[in-house]
């Protein structure tokens, strides 16, 4: 069973910034990837982006070049750093690891970009 403790959520205006981290329960190097995903109201919930275990990512074409997934190794964390917000970014931002064909999930922390 990995546990997920996310942070970093808020209030923040249009082209702003946030960052949100995401603490697992164990070695980020036994999960296959960690990722965010987000699910705004009335929406299906969607990828953001994520890291592999091997460093490699990957980012939804939204937040390309607006978003960064990193990873501190020594706190089990992976961060996701968010400038250039936009209104349509508000959700609800959701942590995820997969490790060997099974999914785990944070509580999901709220993100809301408004004037």
């Known amino acids: 069973q990995v546990q997920l403790v996310e942070s970093g959520g808020g209030l923040v205006q249009p082209g702003g910034s946030l960052r949100l981290s995401c603490a697992a329960s164990e070695s980020i190097f036994r999960l296959n990837w960690m990722g965010w995903y987000r699910q705004a109201p009335g929406e299906q919930r969607e990828l953001v982006a994520l890291?592999?275990?091997?460093?490699?990512?990957n980012y939804a074409d939204s937040v390309k070049g607006r978003f960064t997934i990193s990873r501190d190794n020594a706190k089990n964390t992976v961060y996701l750093q968010m400038n250039s917000l936009k209104p349509e970014d508000t959700a609800v931002y959701y942590c995820?690891?997969?490790?060997?064909?099974?999914?785990?999930w944070g509580q999901g922390t709220q993100v809301t970009v408004s004037s």
């Open positions: 995820n690891a997969h490790k060997v064909m099974r999914d785990y």
């Open positions: 890291i592999t275990s091997g460093g490699s990512t």
